[in-house]
């Protein structure tokens, strides 16, 4: 199973990004797909997952401006960010595991056991 990332970069404050993540060897069903982002010197956080049947759940501070979604024919989970600010400045990871997203554990300091994750992509925003 491999995660592959693109998209990112640097944009100013009340921009748009959109993150991808491509699937290559994933195969399993039930399964939730998540983004994490952790920016120096703070913890890993949770900002969205999908679940296999679509539902969705975001972290409280990018409620409204970011969407997650998935493409299941291009095997391809995507974030959608929008009115960027700039403490959302991070390296953002995808990442998946066969289980159900409410078997997943992620505690609020970003500790989790999604078993596969992608390689990071930096997102920067200016002020």
């Known amino acids: 199973v491999q995660l592959v990332q693109s998209g990112g970069g640097s944009v100013q404050a009340g921009g748009s990004l959109r993150l991808s993540c491509a699937e290559f060897g994933y195969t399993y069903s039930p399964y939730c797909m998540g983004w994490f982002r952790q920016a120096p010197g703070k913890e890993r956080e949770e900002v969205a997952r999908?679940?296999?049947?679509?539902?969705?759940r975001y972290g409280d501070s990018v409620k409204g401006r970011f969407t997650i979604s998935k493409d299941i024919p291009k095997n391809t989970v995507y974030l959608q960010m929008n009115s960027l600010k700039p403490e959302d400045t991070a390296m953002y990871y995808c990442?998946?595991?066969?289980?159900?997203?409410?078997?997943?554990?992620?505690?609020?300091?970003?500790?989790?056991?999604?078993?596969?994750w992608g390689q990071g992509t930096q997102v920067t925003v200016s002020s």
């Open positions: 990442a998946a595991d066969p289980r159900r997203c409410e078997e997943v554990v992620v505690t609020a300091g970003g500790v989790t056991d999604f078993n596969y």
């Open positions: 999908i679940e296999s049947d679509g539902s969705t």
